[in-house]
């Protein structure tokens, strides 16, 4: 549970479990901590040794750029539901393929928009704990947007060997035969 203390040891240990690859997140705040967009780096080179740890162990990094946890200054403005997301996102996104490049074979831009959406913005068991039809679907449209503006960023890159895509969720219900 404390990934940025024990990352090596955890990584050995899947390693030695048989793994073959990691899914872990970057974290937004740790790249740009400040709406200024300087990056911070500390924050680069903690993850560029988790990525030399990988390599180590030949563990194949798949790393998701938002899994639910964004900064606090955007979330004051509004959060997913503000329009800008889309485009602060795609900026921190340009900054992590400018940091990582290619050390990142897979990467995923956001994790499971529905389920993000609907637990922070129907049901609101999750912060900021809203129950609304309109929000959702704010939130759904600006999440997408971001990930669309993401690829498009990722793509000016040119990369050879890494992918981009999305984690996507649904419900499946069963469905009697009758």
């Known amino acids: 549970?404390?990934?940025?203390?024990?990352?090596?040891?955890d990584i050995e240990m899947a390693a030695k479990g048989g793994q073959n690859t990691l899914r872990f997140s970057i974290s937004w705040t740790r790249i740009l901590p400040t709406r200024d967009g300087e990056?911070?780096?500390?924050?680069?080179?903690?993850?560029?040794?988790?990525l030399k740890e990988c390599k180590k162990h030949n563990i194949v990094p798949n790393v998701t750029l938002l899994?639910?946890?964004?900064?606090?200054?955007?979330?004051?403005?509004?959060?997913?539901?503000?329009?800008?997301?889309a485009d602060e996102?795609?900026?921190?996104?340009?900054?992590?393929?400018?940091q990582f490049g290619e050390l990142i074979?897979?990467?995923?831009?956001i994790n499971e928009i529905t389920h993000n959406s609907n637990c922070s913005y129907l049901t609101g068991n999750y912060p900021p704990n809203v129950h609304s039809i309109q929000a959702i679907c704010e939130v759904g449209y600006n999440m997408i947007m971001a990930h669309a503006k993401?690829?498009?960023e990722f793509r000016k890159f040119h990369f050879k060997h890494s992918k981009i895509g999305i984690v996507h969720t649904t419900r499946l219900n069963k469905v009697d035969d009758a």
């Open 1 to 9: 549970c404390d990934f940025f203390f024990f990352f090596k040891e």
């Open 39 to 50: 990056v911070n780096q500390k924050g680069v080179d903690f993850y560029k040794d988790v």
């Open 67 to 85: 899994h639910y946890d964004i900064p606090a200054w955007l979330e004051d403005i509004g959060g997913y539901r503000n329009p800008i997301f």
């Open 89 to 98: 996102f795609a900026k921190y996104c340009k900054v992590v393929f400018e």
């Open 105 to 109: 074979p897979l990467y995923v831009t």
């Open 150 to 152: 993401a690829v498009v």
